[in-house]
């Protein structure tokens, strides 16, 4: 099953060449801990999934170099230019210029001007260029969109796209990964931004995969040993993160091994159209130096994942192993943070051994949720990033709710006062919109505080 994705704004284009970078990586690692016959068959599996096959001409002849299935949008062409650029600088991998689109003015980061404006004026020939990448793909699988809450362009305009990739593939599976601005403020609007693009693509996207800045940094800071964080080595998080449950796998639950693709994914994922939101824990990760003398057990990494989950950590260190699924408040409200279902991926030397039996224990999840639907586990016994033994969980649970209410309380103050909502008004919205956005959002909120 091919994935094409669409990289949207600035941030979802920067985002999209480290994924593919990153995927490149991994799929021509040299240490893989399988069989010639086994590496070659997941190298074509993962090659069909996310590129085609470009030939070149070269002193010897021609050869051939895997070109992303992508699709390129910005409303500048800066950033567009920098990815392509980098893409051909690598010699690895390449992109289809052809597959971009761009115009000559931002959206400011005003998300009305990104939807309103930008959004419809584009729509025709973005979606000209997915039906084209669309049509290369013998089994198309869904789309991935990466984009950012904060700005005008990836916000508004992949919005704007989303919808109309709804409308134009009613039946294919849309991922939406949404990068997450800081608390300490990107933009004065982001609030607002981050607000209309959450509750438009709740009514599109069949899942929203949150980066949070904030968890990203202290990753990058703390796990990875970076001083001086870019926004690149914040990108390389986020592609590692969606590349480990991307990459080939085989579930546990499919019947005959079959592959984990991205439509059994989110069926297990979101068995509720209220409950979209997914966040991603991995472990290990370390630096290069560290990676070098580190050992790990699988039944050390699944019950530290397993404690990820339940206390809401961003990473392995610094863990509160006090908060347990037995954990009350005063009024008796369960303080740890509760799930709907989670899917573990397990890659490495003896994966298909692993018991994740940790994940099975039906007092993390809800308890209106059958047993049997709650926990699902896929395998893959090559090696992932140069890790001997790695798992990412992908949870559908109350990790997003605090960030989430966050950002509904900064929107709402701003808008009682109604702080540059004129800037939005200008471009066709009304007041009614954004009230919308606000029940929209509270009634996610709710949803997820009955877990």
């Given at each position: 099953?091919?994935?094409?994705?669409?990289?949207?704004?600035?941030?979802?284009?920067?985002?999209?060449?480290?994924?593919?970078?990153?995927?490149?990586?991994?799929?021509?690692?040299?240490?893989?801990?399988?069989?010639?016959?086994?590496?070659?068959?997941?190298?074509?599996?993962?090659?069909?999934?996310?590129?085609?096959?470009?030939?070149?001409?070269?002193?010897?002849?021609?050869?051939?170099?895997?070109?992303?299935?992508?699709?390129?949008?910005?409303?500048?062409?800066?950033?567009?230019?920098?990815?392509?650029?980098?893409?051909?600088?690598?010699?690895?991998?390449?992109?289809?210029?052809?597959?971009?689109?761009?115009?000559?003015?931002?959206?400011?980061?005003?998300?009305?001007?990104?939807?309103?404006?930008?959004?419809?004026?584009?729509?025709?020939?973005?979606?000209?260029?997915?039906?084209?990448?669309?049509?290369?793909?013998?089994?198309?699988?869904?789309?991935?969109?990466?984009?950012?809450?904060?700005?005008?362009?990836?916000?508004?305009?992949?919005?704007?796209?989303?919808?109309?990739?709804?409308?134009?593939?009613?039946?294919?599976?849309?991922?939406?990964?949404?990068?997450?601005?800081?608390?300490t403020g990107e933009v004065i609007v982001q609030n607002y931004n981050a607000v209309l693009t959450l509750s438009h693509l709740y009514d599109t996207a069949d899942a929203l995969v949150v980066m949070e800045n904030d968890t990203l940094h202290k990753i990058c800071n703390q796990l990875l040993a970076i001083k001086n964080i870019s926004f690149e080595d914040i990108n390389r998080v986020i592609a590692h993160k969606l590349t480990s449950v991307l990459q080939p796998c085989v579930s546990d639950s499919a019947g005959g091994g079959q592959m984990c693709d991205l439509g059994s994914m989110l069926e297990h994922l979101v068995p509720h159209p209220q409950h979209k939101l997914l966040t991603i824990k991995n472990i290990p990760q370390m630096s290069d130096v560290a990676r070098e003398f580190s050992f790990h057990q699988w039944s050390g990494l699944i019950k530290n994942l397993r404690q990820m989950l339940i206390a809401n950590a961003p990473m392995e260190e610094g863990i509160n192993w006090a908060i347990k699924p037995s954990s009350r408040t005063a009024s008796g409200h369960t303080c740890f943070n509760r799930s709907l279902s989670s899917l573990v991926v397990l890659r490495g030397k003896d994966a298909n051994s692993v018991d994740p039996f940790y994940f099975t224990d039906s007092s993390i999840y809800t308890p209106w949720m059958p047993s049997d639907m709650t926990c699902c586990v896929a395998r893959q016994p090559r090696l992932f990033c140069e890790y001997e033994k790695s798992a990412a969980l992908v949870s559908n649970s109350r990790a997003s709710v605090q960030p989430l209410n966050r950002i509904i309380d900064k929107a709402w103050t701003m808008f009682s006062t109604r702080a540059y909502v004129h800037q939005y008004l200008k471009h066709g919205m009304t007041e009614e919109d954004f009230l919308d956005s606000f029940v929209s959002l509270e009634k996610v909120v709710a949803s997820y505080d009955n877990l």
């Open positions: 099953m091919s994935l094409i994705t669409l990289q949207l704004g600035q941030c979802g284009n920067q985002v999209g060449g480290q994924i593919f970078s990153t995927l490149v990586d991994d799929i021509f690692a040299k240490s893989t801990g399988l069989s010639n016959k086994e590496n070659q068959a997941y190298m074509q599996s993962s090659l069909e999934k996310f590129f085609t096959q470009r030939e070149t001409a070269g002193r010897d002849g021609s050869s051939s170099l895997p070109m992303a299935r992508a699709v390129l949008v910005d409303m500048e062409s800066k950033a567009i230019s920098h990815t392509l650029q980098q893409a051909k600088k690598s010699g690895r991998w390449t992109y289809c210029a052809k597959r971009s689109y761009h115009q000559k003015r931002g959206s400011g980061n005003n998300w009305a001007h990104g939807f309103c404006v930008h959004g419809p004026k584009s729509h025709e020939d973005v979606m000209d260029l997915v039906r084209k990448e669309a049509e290369k793909c013998s089994r198309l699988g869904g789309f991935v969109s990466l984009m950012s809450l904060a700005g005008g362009t990836g916000s508004g305009v992949g919005a704007y796209i989303t919808q109309s990739l709804r409308d134009e593939y009613p039946h294919s599976f849309i991922l939406n990964q949404v990068v997450w601005p800081y608390t």
